[in-house]
């Protein structure tokens, strides 16, 4: 469970100050499937990365299950985004000199698995997003789609209780699309709370609740169903 | 965390850019080349120097004269004194002398049968082969009476008998003629004097009263002390050289010896001078090559800005990226400093194989050399590591 109490972000400092978020008061339960839609510069992304750990909120309070995180350390959310979070972002992001396996099983290096069973776990995962077929490929011999599942694979690695996806159908075709929100929806229903940040209504549909933000503000919450 | 594992990482992204790698690595493997060929051959040197200066025997001691006239007497002109058998004689009583040997120096024209040639002529008295431990072997060694008489005989060495005579031949007792007169050979013998600081041509051995007679030079030139013990060679020496003063009662002289530890100490703050020098120089390649190494691990900084951005959005902390970094220059530096020690090495065997210096690699100085560039790789990444841990995440990963 996540509870966000009136987070706000402000980028910059003094005369150069950007305020982005506003106070977001937001409680996220565990296996939920929300969509966080809203116009372009709203903020979705930052609050992506408060969520995830990858930033720190200006002020507010952030709870992980009923644990507050307060002002933690640097290594501390380092350990929470390799242990709880998994990321898919809309550019995907490889590392693109090591192939499927090696990019699947990257997270574990931090989490101090041995190399056999990072493969091992690695590999599963391939197989279960349908890319079997693809383990020893480098990330420039795959399509955006095949890319996305590598990343979708990468963040399951762990096994992490919360998915995050930052647009994560934004540089594919309406096709692929559709194929990784299936995958989305196959995970949320083994579990997982999925989070994911879109422009579009149909892949919104996919969620069973809908916030919209608008100018750092949550403007509308509808669960569907 | 895994070091094998970083280590992996950071070889891995060096091959990956294996032109920038080696040329990065260049100032590194000039720098611990030059530092380690430099020590090679300065050992080399040492040992090269140290064997020739004891090159005839470790208990010998050279007593000299030296001129030391009163205030206001130094004469333009000053003859040293005689010294004769006699003297060698006295000396042989000093306390701690176990040999003294008296010897002085002649060149000349050998001529025998259809053979000529010019040898270096040493005279000596009886008390050289034994002394010296001249290895006879063929017809005797001089007597007493060979110098006393004036006999005209000599040795030869093994490259003069080659030289003059055939194998099968009997060199005992053949006439030589040696400046137009003639000279008996009595014997043959093994030169004690080290190959490589030898004449081909070959040498041989007079009686030094017949050397003082027919070239006019002075009886004894060179006189030495053999100790009986090693450790006390110096004091062994001053004292015959003291005695020698005395007996002589000079007024504006005195016999002294060769000061061996002065001038070994000497030698020693020469060429540690300059390998001083020498290794400043080394350091400061080091140095220009640490900055090139620093140079590079910011630009691949910036490069893999983004890498850096997710193997944190992945779970990596700071300290794991600048270890990661940290690794990776440090590996850089050592696989440079690695090259230098192989160069080096290839060097140390050339310069032993084409020139007299024996250059020998020490292997404390290949682990010192291998350490040594792996601390150059810390100390200059870590600027570098310290930026990439800094990135925050989502900075890094926005980075276009
Ligand atoms: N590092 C930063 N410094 C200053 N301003 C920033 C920074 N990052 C984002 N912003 C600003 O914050 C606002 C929100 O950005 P954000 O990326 O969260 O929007 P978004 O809702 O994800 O938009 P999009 O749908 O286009 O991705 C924007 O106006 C952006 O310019
Ligand atoms: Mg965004």
Do not use: C
């Not at chain 2, 072997?137 to 003069?160: C, K, M, Q, S």
Request: no cysteine.
């Amino acid at each position: 469970m996540i509870k966000l109490t009136n987070i706000t972000k402000i980028y910059g400092k003094g005369d150069l100050e950007v305020p982005v978020l506003h106070g977001i008061d937001l409680t996220v339960e565990d296996g939920e499937f929300i969509a966080i839609m809203g116009p372009s510069g709203s903020g979705k992304s930052t609050l992506m990365n408060i969520i995830g750990f990858l930033d720190y909120p200006t002020a507010g309070t952030f709870e992980l299950n009923g644990e507050p995180i307060g002002s933690a350390k640097e290594r501390v959310l380092a350990r929470l985004r390799n242990e709880h979070i998994g990321f898919v972002f809309q550019q995907f992001f490889m590392f693109p000199r090591d192939n499927a396996i090696k990019n699947v099983a990257s997270p574990l290096i931090y989490a101090g698995v041995s190399k056999r069973e990072r493969t091992e776990r690695a590999k599963q995962l391939l197989d279960k997003v349908g890319l079997g077929d693809r383990m020893k490929h480098l990330p420039s011999e795959l399509s955006g789609g095949q890319k996305q599942r590598v990343a979708i694979a990468r963040a399951l690695v762990n096994n992490p209780s919360i998915l995050l996806a930052d647009e994560p159908t934004g540089a594919l075709d309406s096709k692929t699309s559709e194929q990784i929100m299936e995958l989305f929806t196959q995970l949320n229903a083994e579990g997982k709370t999925v989070i994911l940040v879109t422009h579009e209504e149909e892949i919104a549909a996919y969620a069973n609740r809908i916030i919209t933000i608008k100018d750092g503000l949550i403007i509308d919450d509808r669960r569907e169903r | 965390m895994n070091l094998l594992e970083s280590l992996k990482i950071a070889l891995s992204s060096i091959w990956n850019h294996k032109v920038r790698s080696v040329l990065t690595m260049l100032g590194i493997i000039i720098g611990v080349a030059a530092v380690i060929i430099i020590v090679a051959i300065g050992q080399g040197a040492r040992k090269q120097l140290t064997d020739q200066m004891f090159a005839t025997d470790k208990n010998a001691i050279d007593i000299y004269y030296e001129y030391m006239p009163k205030e206001g007497e130094e004469g333009m002109y000053w003859q040293e004194p005689q010294l004769t058998t006699e003297d060698i004689q006295t000396l042989a009583e000093v306390p701690g002398v176990k040999a003294v040997v008296g010897i002085n120096h002649a060149g000349g024209q050998v001529v025998y049968s259809d053979t000529q040639g010019d040898l270096q002529i040493t005279g000596v008295g009886s008390e050289y082969f034994t002394a010296k431990k001249i290895k006879i072997v063929e017809g005797r060694p001089f007597y007493a009476a060979d110098t006393d008489g004036l006999n005209r005989a000599i040795l030869i060495d093994t490259a003069a008998r080659k030289k003059f005579f055939k194998e099968t031949e009997n060199p005992i007792g053949s006439i030589v003629d040696i400046n137009g007169n003639p000279f008996k050979v009595v014997g043959v013998y093994q030169s004690p004097v080290p190959e490589q600081y030898r004449s081909s041509e070959g040498e041989l051995l007079m009686p030094r009263t017949v050397v003082s007679m027919m070239f006019g030079n002075m009886e004894i030139e060179q006189l030495s002390v053999i100790a009986s013990d090693s450790e006390k060679i110096s004091e062994t020496g001053r004292l015959a050289a003291d005695t020698l003063t005395m007996k002589k009662k000079l007024e504006d002289g005195r016999y002294t010896t060769q000061n061996f530890e002065e001038y070994e100490a000497e030698l020693n703050k020469t060429i540690t001078l300059l390998t001083l020098l020498i290794g400043s120089i080394a350091g400061i390649s080091l140095l220009v090559g640490g900055i090139g190494v620093m140079n590079i691990m910011l630009v691949s900084v910036t490069e893999r800005t983004r890498e850096i951005g997710l193997r944190k959005a992945i779970g990596a902390t700071r300290a794991r990226i600048l270890l990661q970094f940290l690794i990776e220059s440090a590996t850089l530096t050592s696989l440079g400093g690695m090259i230098g020690i192989g160069l080096a090495s290839v060097a140390t065997i050339l310069v032993t194989k084409f020139s007299p210096i024996g250059a020998a690699m020490n292997p404390l100085i290949v682990l010192i050399g291998v350490s040594f560039s792996a601390l150059i790789g810390i100390i200059f990444g870590i600027l570098p590591a310290n930026k990439a841990s800094k990135l925050s995440p989502i900075d890094a990963l926005r980075y276009e």
